[in-house]
């Protein structure tokens, strides 16, 4: 299925910028729909109105917080200036703001995210979290580091591996946007390769049938997390994506201990595809 709908969270970030140019690239390339969503929950702005102060002072304060709001949208429309106006959409829904983009991202073929970064005092209720809208929406998603400039074809693709549900539907996701000048790198951290964990299964003939081509390899785990070994092996390899799914571990478990899902959508320098 070709990607025509693309969903893209907006809320002014510089992460969120480097999304959204990054999501009109996309558009162009895909001849696809472009959707962008601003979801907000209460800001402290707004929060610090009490019953007792003029209606002026009360007025006063929500116009800011209006202002704010208009500046996002037109941010969205100078950077998207070059869609056509019968692709390009705009959503504002204030609410749970995790929550609120997994439920509309369950209705696109992709949704593309800035990487998880804290705003200014009084900008926590506009924050994003890739990993959290990962996991409740069960859709892929993209989430791009700030000042980061993607390509779409050409790129060396790291696909993290470890035999996992997980990994396999962020693999099957990801086969929608992979081209056949693309250069795929499966690579396992401290587990069997992928050839060897599936007896008479050609593994590199299964992705030539879809004109793709592919090297296995596999990474000693050593002191480092796997997180830091995926992330070093893709500073080393010049990689321009990295495929992994999202919470093969319960969200309990990697919020207690940490995890591989959390370090990554916390610390990646390239563009990252996560499905769960």
Not at 31 to 50: M, P
Not at 111 to 120: N, P, Q, R, S
Not at 185 to 209: N, Y
Not at 242 to 252: D, Q, R
Request: glycine share 8%.
């Amino acid at each position: 299925m070709s990607i025509k709908n693309i969903l893209v969270a907006y809320n002014g970030l510089p992460g969120a910028d480097a999304a959204l140019h990054g999501a009109v690239m996309m558009q162009k390339y895909y001849d696809a729909h472009l959707t962008g969503l601003f979801a907000y929950g209460n800001s402290n702005l707004a929060g610090r109105i009490q019953p007792w102060m003029p209606q002026k002072v009360q007025d006063a304060i929500l116009a800011v917080d209006t202002q704010s709001h208009q500046n996002i949208r037109d941010k969205f429309t100078d950077i998207c200036a070059a869609v056509p106006a019968d692709k390009k959409h705009w959503i504002e829904n204030k609410g749970p703001v995790q929550r609120t983009l997994a439920a509309y991202a369950r209705l696109y073929d992709i949704t593309v995210l800035g990487m998880h970064e804290a705003g200014d005092y009084g900008q926590e209720h506009i924050e994003i979290h890739p990993d959290r809208v990962t996991l409740e929406s069960g859709r892929p998603v993209i989430s791009l580091p700030a000042g980061f400039t993607p390509k779409l074809t050409g790129r060396h693709v790291i696909v993290a591996w470890d035999g996992g549900r997980a990994a396999a539907r962020a693999l099957s996701d990801a086969m929608q946007i992979l081209k056949h000048d693309d250069t795929i790198e499966i690579v396992s951290v401290g587990r069997l390769p992928l050839a060897q964990t599936l007896p008479d299964f050609d593994v590199k003939r299964f992705f030539e049938r879809h004109d793709l081509q592919v090297t296995l390899t596999e990474l000693p785990r050593d002191k480092r997390s796997i997180a830091e070994t995926l992330a070093d092996h893709c500073a080393t390899t010049g990689a321009g994506l990295l495929v992994m799914g999202a919470y093969e571990h319960s969200p309990l478990r990697e919020g207690l201990i940490g995890g591989v899902t959390q370090d990554i959508s916390s610390r990646a320098k390239i563009p990252v595809l996560m499905s769960h």
